[in-house]
């Protein structure tokens, strides 16, 4: 980065100490991670300079020649990895994704059922403060009080009821599986379309820790970050008969020319993501959450479902008397980073909710095992305990920089090396 440190030191100095940052926190929001310092150099390089509008072969540009085996070599990965008929690499990120897929297959007015977003749904599934919640009738389903879970029985009710056109299954704070396989009996009974987001679990389903819901959904979206640790960027996997309307609704409905420097590091993460240490890694994610919810729950935090069968965890911190803001804040401060949360009927605000969401994506990529996740459920532990206690906070927040140091992060300049597999 010597040209940028020459030509800006300002923005260079606020990215070192960003680097910094994630050196020396333990990072356990669920929708982070580190990406390799492959997909970093891809996702820098000159690709960057190219403008490419339409698909491989059907450029609007000419010069093209080897950005199209670059997005084509994307596309194969991609349909390999994940067993899909057709595959859409060129989504800007998961919103637009999922924008994309209901210009595809619905008309306006059209009935969406999705998980509502304060039992852990996502703004884009048709939210009301969201576009899709504007240009589509949401109808939600949500989790049982009693277990915090996805009752079908629940969901098929709703779906015969309102008769959807498109059904989604996904989320950005549910801790449990999604039984793909029973959304789509519910979809096929009520004669409606079947998506799956799996933006979260997309390098648990390539890793083979759970199941894939290609078999059973009419389309599949996902992020590129995440679990899956490439660049920010998303996919669109259908079945062959939708990959027509699904790219015209990418491009030109609602994109211009894709970002090729993202279609390359994607191309290197599903490269990553094949190899046989992926697949090690992604179980350890899965073991690393459920750890750190064993080690959370004996020191008495209250855990929405009781635990979690992915990534993440979603905390009630009412029992603790701490908000989820101040919690969250304090545990930045202390070297911890998670987000405030809702939790399932919060009867607090969005702003200000009851809990906290943690994930184990980066911590993972870091090497981390079980015995690190106990470690860190301790200082969780004491800071929730004593949020305002500012000396107790700057001593955690030393003893997790050196925690950390045992620890390289793929991409940083500490080392690029990950021990797990």
């Known amino acids: 980065m010597l040209a940028l440190e020459r030509t800006d030191p300002e923005l260079y100095a606020l990215i070192r100490k960003e680097?910094?940052?994630?050196?020396?926190?333990?990072?356990?929001?669920?929708?982070?991670?580190?990406?390799?310092?492959?997909?970093?150099?891809?996702?820098?390089?000159?690709?960057?300079?190219?403008?490419?509008?339409?698909?491989?072969g059907r450029r609007y540009y000419e010069g093209q020649r080897y950005i199209d085996r670059i997005e084509s070599l994307a596309v194969s990965r991609a349909q390999a990895l994940f067993g899909a008929e057709h595959a859409n690499v060129q989504p800007y990120s998961g919103t637009p994704a999922n924008f994309a897929v209901y210009c595809a297959l619905l008309q306006p007015g059209d009935t969406i059922l999705s998980l509502a977003l304060p039992h852990g749904g996502h703004l884009s599934h048709g939210a009301d403060v969201s576009m899709t919640g504007r240009f589509w009738r949401p109808v939600r389903y949500g989790v049982d009080p009693a277990t915090g879970r996805i009752d079908m029985d629940a969901v098929r009710e709703i779906a015969r009821r309102e008769r959807p056109k498109l059904i989604v299954a996904g989320g950005t704070a549910y801790p449990r599986r999604f039984d793909f396989h029973g959304f789509g009996e519910v979809a096929r009974e009520v004669g409606a379309l079947f998506l799956a987001d799996i933006s979260h679990i997309a390098g648990l389903v390539a890793g083979g820790v759970h199941e894939s819901p290609l078999p059973h959904a009419d389309v599949v979206m996902t992020t590129t970050h995440k679990t899956l640790r490439g660049p920010r960027g998303a996919m669109l996997l259908c079945r062959q008969g939708l990959a027509e309307a699904i790219d015209k609704a990418v491009f030109p409905g609602l994109q211009g020319g894709p970002h090729n420097h993202t279609t390359a590091a994607i191309?290197?993460?599903?490269?990553?993501?094949?190899?046989?240490?992926?697949?090690?890694?992604?179980?350890?994610?899965?073991?690393?959450?459920?750890?750190?919810?064993?080690?959370?729950?004996?020191?008495?935090?209250?855990?929405?479902?009781?635990?979690?069968?992915?990534?993440?965890?979603?905390?009630?911190?009412?029992?603790?008397?701490?908000?989820?803001?101040?919690?969250?804040?304090?545990?930045?401060?202390?070297?911890?980073?998670?987000?405030?949360?809702?939790?399932?009927?919060?009867?607090?605000?969005?702003?200000?909710?009851?809990?906290?969401?943690?994930?184990?994506?980066?911590?993972?990529?870091?090497g981390m095992r079980e015995a690190e996740m106990v470690r860190i459920a301790g200082w969780i532990d004491q800071v929730v305990a004593a949020p305002d206690d500012e000396e107790a906070g700057r001593r955690i927040a030393h003893e997790v920089r050196e925690f950390c140091r045992a620890f390289p992060a793929p991409g940083l300049l500490t080392g690029d090396t990950v021990a797990v597999g």
């Open 19 to 56: 680097e910094r940052y994630q050196r020396d926190s333990v990072r356990l929001i669920p929708s982070e991670n580190y990406a390799s310092q492959a997909v970093l150099d891809a996702s820098g390089s000159v690709l960057q300079n190219k403008y490419s509008e339409g698909y491989p």
């Open 267 to 366: 191309a290197v993460a599903l490269q990553e993501a094949a190899a046989p240490e992926f697949a090690a890694y992604a179980r350890q994610i899965v073991a690393n959450a459920a750890a750190l919810a064993e080690a959370l729950t004996a020191r008495g935090f209250d855990l929405v479902s009781g635990g979690t069968d992915n990534h993440l965890l979603l905390i009630d911190l009412t029992r603790k008397g701490v908000i989820g803001k101040r919690a969250a804040r304090a545990l930045d401060r202390a070297g911890i980073v998670c987000n405030f949360n809702t939790i399932p009927d919060d009867p607090r605000k969005p702003w200000s909710p009851s809990g906290i969401r943690l994930g184990t994506p980066a911590v993972t990529s870091r």
